[in-house]
C-alpha cells in the first residue's frame, strides 16, 4: 500500500431524482461533507470534487463522472471516494466494471465509506451483491415512475418534454396543448397541399424553397438553450418528416403516446408498440385539422404505399449501425440465394454515395457473427453458476422482505416517540393543575392503548424479519431459470440482444483477388453492455 501522502483522491457525489425524495443523507451538500472529512482524518490530498447532481445512477455518461475517468486517464487521480457503492452507480454489470476491472487496471483505489468497501482491503466480496441490490433500488423505481406516466397518458395528459410542432404547451397547465398560430399555419397549409394531391417531397421542396423552418429549427428557435448544431443534424423539411406529420392523429385534437417503449431501464433503445397497444385519448385539445381533410389525405398515401412482401423481420434494427457515420442500418433486398436481406448504411440509402457509403453486410452472416460470440462472452461452468445462485438468492430474499417494510418501520417509531413526549406532557399538565384528573386519565389510556397497538406491530415487522424465507425452492428455480436464459443461447431476439449489446458497428468492407476470385474483408465491432472495450471480429468470405 502506498502512503497516504502519495495519494490524490478524487471525491464523487451523486443524486438524482429519484434520492431526493428519500433522506437527508442522500443530499450533496451531506455527501460532500462526509467526503471532505473522511479525507481529512485519513491524511488524503484532495485533488478536486465531482458532483453530478439530478444524473440517474444507472447512466454512465455523466458529466462529472466523465471528467473524472478523463482525470484518471491523464494520472492526475489515484484514489476515488464515495459515500456508498450506488453513487458510483446502481447498473450492477457496469458498476463492477469499474470497481473490479477499470480502477484495479488503471492503478486507483476505491473506497465507498457506508459499505465499508476499500479495493486494497482482502474483505471486497460484498461489493458485487451490493451493486446488485443497488440496481433492483432503480429498477423499482423505474417501474413506479412507468406506472405514474401510464395514468397520466390515460386521463389525456400530454407528458413528452416538448409540444409537436403546430402546439405550444398551455402556460396554466404544461400536460395540456394549445395551438402556435405561426407553426400552426404551417400545418394546415400541409395538409391543404396533400389533400390536394402533393407529394411529401414536393411538399418539403415548397417549404424550403419559401425558408420556413423546420420542426427542429422552429423548436430551437422557441426554446432558450437548444442549440440547433447540436440538436439536429439535418436542419431543412424532409419527405420522412412531412409523412409522419399526415399520419399523426395530434392535428385530429387526439393524443396518442406510449407508441414506444424501452426495453429495459438501463437501456436507451426503444422499440415500437403495436398500434393497438397504443394509449389514445380523443377531443384533448383544439384541432388543426378537420376529420374529412385528415382521412382524405391517409387515403391518398395508402394509395402510394407500396405492399411489404414476405414475413422477415430485421431483428438488429436500432442496434447495427454503420461505423463510419453512426447511421442505423437498414435492410435491402438481396440477390444471394437463401438470404433475407442485406443491411445497408440508412444514410446511403436515403441519401446516396455523396453521404456515406453502403457498408453492406448479408443479414444471415451478420446473425451468425453476434450468435457466436455471444456463446463466448456468455459461456459459464456448472461450478460457477451454483455460487452464482447461492449468492443471488440470499442477497434477493433479504432484499425483498425488508424494502416494504423499513418505510412501516420508520414511521411507527417515529409515532412511538411522538406518543412519548404527549404523555410526558400530560403529565406535567396534570402535576401543574391545568387538566382535571378525570381527563388527563382518559386521554393516558387513549395514547396508551395507540403506544401497545403499534409496539404489537414493531414486535411482527421484527419477528418477520428473522424468520426463514418461504419457497426458497421456487425463488432459486426461477433464478436458475433466468440465468439459463441469459447464458443459453442458441438463438437470437430483439430483447436478447437489447438486454446485452449496446450497439454493433459495421465498417466497410473491400475485397482482395484471390486466384481466380475475390474475397471480402470486412470489420464487424460488438460494443456490449458488460465490456468498456468492443469484440472486433474480422469476417471475410
Request: net charge positive.
Amino acid at each position: 500500500m502506498n502512503p497516504k501522502s502519495t495519494y490524490k483522491a478524487a471525491l464523487y457525489m451523486r443524486l438524482s431524482r429519484d434520492d431526493e425524495g428519500a433522506v437527508e443523507s442522500s443530499s450533496i451538500t451531506t455527501q460532500r461533507t462526509m467526503l471532505r472529512r473522511y479525507a481529512e482524518e485519513n491524511g488524503f490530498r484532495v485533488y478536486d470534487e465531482y458532483c453530478d447532481d439530478g444524473w440517474s445512477g444507472t447512466n454512465f455518461d455523466r458529466p462529472e463522472f466523465m471528467r473524472m475517468i478523463a482525470d484518471i486517464e491523464a494520472k492526475k487521480i489515484n484514489l476515488v471516494i464515495t459515500k456508498d457503492l450506488s453513487r458510483l452507480g446502481r447498473n450492477y454489470i457496469t458498476a463492477g466494471q469499474y470497481t473490479e476491472i477499470y480502477f484495479p487496471s488503471k492503478g486507483v483505489r476505491y473506497i465507498a465509506i457506508n459499505d465499508g468497501y476499500d479495493s486494497d482491503s482482502p474483505y471486497t466480496d460484498i461489493a458485487p451483491f451490493k451493486n446488485v441490490i443497488n440496481e433492483m433500488y432503480a429498477r423499482d423505481a423505474s417501474k413506479k415512475i412507468r406506472s405514474a406516466f401510464v395514468t397520466k397518458m390515460r386521463d389525456g395528459a400530454y407528458i413528452a418534454a416538448f409540444a409537436p410542432y403546430g402546439y405550444q404547451k398551455d402556460p396554466s397547465d404544461k400536460n395540456h396543448l394549445i395551438i402556435d398560430k405561426r407553426s400552426g399555419a404551417i400545418v394546415k397549409d400541409i395538409f391543404r397541399m396533400a389533400s390536394a394531391g402533393s407529394l411529401p417531397i414536393e411538399i418539403a421542396r415548397t417549404l424550403n424553397g419559401l425558408g420556413v423552418p423546420s420542426p427542429a429549427v422552429y423548436r430551437c428557435m422557441t426554446h432558450e438553450g437548444l442549440d440547433i448544431h447540436s440538436y439536429s443534424q439535418r436542419k431543412e423539411w424532409t419527405s420522412a418528416t412531412i409523412t409522419k406529420m399526415l399520419r399523426n392523429v395530434i392535428y385530429l385534437g387526439h393524443i396518442a403516446q406510449g407508441k414506444t417503449t424501452k426495453v429495459s431501464f438501463k437501456s436507451r433503445l426503444t422499440i415500437c408498440k403495436p398500434r393497438d397497444e397504443w394509449v389514445v385519448v380523443e377531443n384533448t385539445h383544439e384541432a388543426l385539422v378537420d376529420k374529412e381533410t385528415f382521412d382524405l389525405v391517409q387515403r391518398r398515401m395508402i394509395a402510394r404505399t407500396c405492399e411489404k412482401k414476405g414475413s422477415f423481420y430485421n431483428i438488429f434494427s436500432g442496434i447495427a449501425k454503420c461505423a463510419d457515420c453512426g447511421r442505423n442500418m437498414s435492410a435491402t433486398g438481396s440477390r444471394k440465394k437463401g438470404s433475407p436481406a442485406n443491411l445497408t448504411c440508412g444514410r446511403y440509402k436515403l441519401y446516396g454515395s455523396n453521404e456515406c457509403s453502403n457498408h453492406f453486410i448479408d443479414y444471415n452472416v451478420l446473425y451468425e457473427i453476434v450468435l457466436a460470440s455471444l456463446k463466448e462472452q456468455l459461456h459459464i461452468s456448472s461450478e460457477d453458476r451454483s455460487t452464482i445462485l447461492d449468492n443471488a438468492e440470499q442477497r434477493q430474499r433479504k432484499q425483498e422482505r425488508k424494502k416494504d417494510q423499513i418505510s412501516d418501520l420508520v414511521k411507527i417509531k417515529k409515532r412511538l416517540r411522538e406518543l412519548d413526549n404527549i404523555i410526558e406532557k400530560l403529565y406535567e399538565d396534570s402535576v401543574a393543575g391545568r387538566i382535571s384528573d378525570t381527563r388527563m386519565n382518559n386521554m393516558l389510556e387513549k395514547y396508551e392503548q395507540e403506544a401497545k397497538r403499534l409496539e404489537n406491530q414493531v414486535s411482527a415487522i421484527e419477528e418477520a424479519e428473522a424468520e426463514p424465507p418461504e419457497s426458497q425452492q421456487a425463488s432459486r428455480e426461477k433464478l436458475d431459470k433466468l440465468l439459463r436464459q441469459i447464458t443459453d443461447v442458441s438463438t437470437l431476439t430483439p430483447k436478447l440482444l437489447y438486454k446485452l449489446i449496446d450497439h454493433i458497428e459495421i465498417g466497410q468492407g473491400h475485397y482482395d483477388k484471390h486466384g481466380h476470385g475475390k474475397v471480402k474483408h470486412q470489420s464487424v465491432k460488438i460494443f456490449y453492455r458488460f465490456q468498456m472495450e468492443a469484440i472486433i471480429k474480422e469476417y471475410q468470405a
